[in-house]
């Protein structure tokens, strides 16, 4: 195809795709008019039935729950799937980045670095733990807890402190503990179906004080867990990342 | 719906709450003119971020505008009163996202030398 003819199928498709963008706009409600239903509806229902005063942490593990276990596992596959593409071949082996870049002299961790990181790593853990268990109460949740529980761990590593970073997040332990999160989520649901009621429904007692640390029943307990995998399937996929810059595939000669 | 058995079906709060929470939804008010221009200043910021990400033509450089596009799309979240939303955005765009963009960088660039 000439440049001319291609620029002029551009154009006509770029026109089209303009006009058809602004004919859809026109139609959408305005600015912050929100026009359904469920949206009222939740808001005025959701803290009287579940006495959770963290409404968005009841729609995602209660009203919607079985659509959050599949949330759920697409991080927990994604985390096999990056452990199982970058893990040890044969032919390759473990060679310090310093090896690697001779000409390029990589400055060691400066001791501000090291001072502030170490500095932050219990708090982030603190942050992070306080985030995963009250879902229940205020605008957190255990996916926004898991990612800061797994910055402490990176905090380490910026630290310079990869060995540490190794010994602290065994890849072993690392899956075992992702496994753990994923499969208490599906079996607190299970658990509802040997209870006889619906894959998920809240069996556990809810508490009187909406907002109360002990309310909600199983959605603190699902957000928990859901903490756990984050935490650990994000530890997994920057710990298999940071071995494959260590790692080198060897020459074959 | 969703299998509760307890607590009344429909209506708002009533009743006792937790002391924090009663603190958190005291009545409070923000002058709508003040509340839109926020939103209108963090919306421009957030559409200067995004240029400044793709104007970046350095990938290294890249990953630190980027780093700093996504506290400004977590601000935004926040003026927007979303703050799950916020918590998540800060800690995947802000730090997850740009960690593992630097590592993949450090990767690709070992292999070219």
């Given at each position: 195809?000439?440049?001319?003819?291609?620029?002029?199928?551009?154009?006509?498709?770029?026109?089209?795709?303009?006009?058809?963008?602004?004919?859809?706009?026109?139609?959408?409600?305005?600015?912050?008019?929100?026009?359904?239903?469920?949206?009222?509806?939740?808001?005025?229902?959701?803290?009287?039935?579940?006495?959770?005063?963290?409404?968005?942490?009841?729609?995602?593990?209660?009203?919607?729950?079985?659509?959050?276990?599949?949330?759920?596992?697409?991080?927990?596959?994604?985390?096999?799937?990056?452990?199982?593409?970058?893990?040890?071949?044969?032919?390759?082996?473990?060679?310090?980045?310093?090896?690697?870049?001779?000409?390029?002299?990589?400055?060691?961790?400066?001791?501000?670095?090291?001072?502030?990181?170490?500095?932050?790593?219990?708090?982030?853990?603190?942050?992070?733990?306080?985030?995963?268990?009250?879902?229940?109460?205020?605008?957190?949740?255990?996916?926004?807890?898991?990612?800061?529980?797994?910055?402490?761990?990176?905090?380490?590593?910026?630290?310079?402190?990869?060995?540490?970073?190794?010994?602290?997040?065994?890849?072993?332990?690392?899956?075992?503990?992702?496994?753990?999160?994923?499969?208490?989520?599906?079996?607190?649901?299970?658990?509802?179906?040997?209870?006889?009621?619906?894959?998920?429904?809240?069996?556990?007692?809810?508490?009187?004080?909406?907002?109360?640390?002990?309310?909600?029943?199983?959605?603190?307990?699902?957000?928990?867990?859901?903490?756990?995998?984050?935490?650990?399937?994000?530890?997994?996929?920057?710990?298999?990342?940071?071995?494959?810059?260590?790692?080198?595939?060897?020459?074959?000669? | 719906?969703?299998?509760?058995?307890?607590?009344?079906?429909?209506?708002?709060?009533?009743?006792?709450?937790?002391?924090?929470?009663?603190?958190?939804?005291?009545?409070?008010?923000?002058?709508?003119?003040?509340?839109?221009?926020?939103?209108?200043?963090?919306?421009?910021l957030v559409a200067a971020g995004a240029t400044a990400v793709v104007l970046t033509r350095q990938p290294v450089r890249q990953v630190i505008v980027l780093s700093g596009y996504g506290?400004l799309l977590?601000?935004?979240?926040?003026?927007?009163?979303?703050?799950?939303?916020?918590?998540?955005?800060?800690?995947?765009g802000?730090?997850?996202?740009?960690?593992?963009l630097?590592?993949?960088?450090?990767?690709?660039?070992?292999?070219?030398?």
């Open positions: 195809m000439r440049p001319a003819v291609r620029r002029w199928v551009f154009l006509i498709a770029g026109a089209g795709f303009v006009a058809f963008y602004l004919w859809g706009l026109t139609g959408l409600p305005g600015f912050g008019n929100y026009p359904g239903p469920y949206g009222d509806i939740i808001n005025s229902v959701a803290v009287a039935q579940t006495k959770a005063t963290g409404v968005v942490s009841a729609i995602n593990f209660e009203y919607r729950g079985f659509d959050t276990v599949g949330e759920e596992f697409i991080l927990f596959v994604a985390a096999t799937g990056v452990s199982t593409v970058l893990r040890h071949l044969r032919g390759e082996r473990d060679r310090s980045a310093l090896d690697e870049a001779l000409d390029r002299n990589a400055p060691p961790t400066s001791d501000a670095i090291r001072m502030v990181t170490l500095l932050f790593t219990g708090p982030t853990v603190v942050i992070g733990w306080y985030l995963a268990s009250h879902a229940q109460t205020s605008p957190s949740g255990g996916f926004q807890g898991g990612v800061v529980l797994a910055t402490a761990f990176i905090l380490i590593y910026l630290a310079g402190q990869f060995l540490v970073f190794e010994r602290v997040s065994p890849v072993d332990v690392t899956d075992a503990v992702e496994a753990v999160g994923a499969a208490g989520f599906a079996c607190i649901g299970l658990a509802a179906v040997g209870l006889g009621l619906a894959y998920l429904s809240n069996y556990l007692p809810l508490g009187q004080t909406p907002g109360a640390v002990d309310s909600s029943g199983t959605i603190a307990l699902i957000s928990f867990f859901v903490g756990v995998e984050v935490a650990a399937s994000f530890v997994l996929i920057v710990g298999e990342l940071l071995e494959q810059t260590l790692l080198v595939r060897q020459e074959s000669r | 719906m969703t299998g509760l058995t307890t607590g009344p079906a429909a209506g708002p709060v009533t009743g006792p709450v937790a002391p924090h929470i009663a603190a958190v939804t005291t009545p409070y008010s923000v002058s709508p003119a003040l509340m839109d221009t926020l939103q209108v200043v963090v919306l421009v506290l977590a601000l935004l979240f926040m003026v927007f009163q979303a703050p799950d939303v916020t918590l998540s955005e800060l800690t995947v802000a730090v997850a996202l740009p960690i593992l630097l590592l993949a960088l450090a990767k690709v660039r070992k292999k070219e030398e």
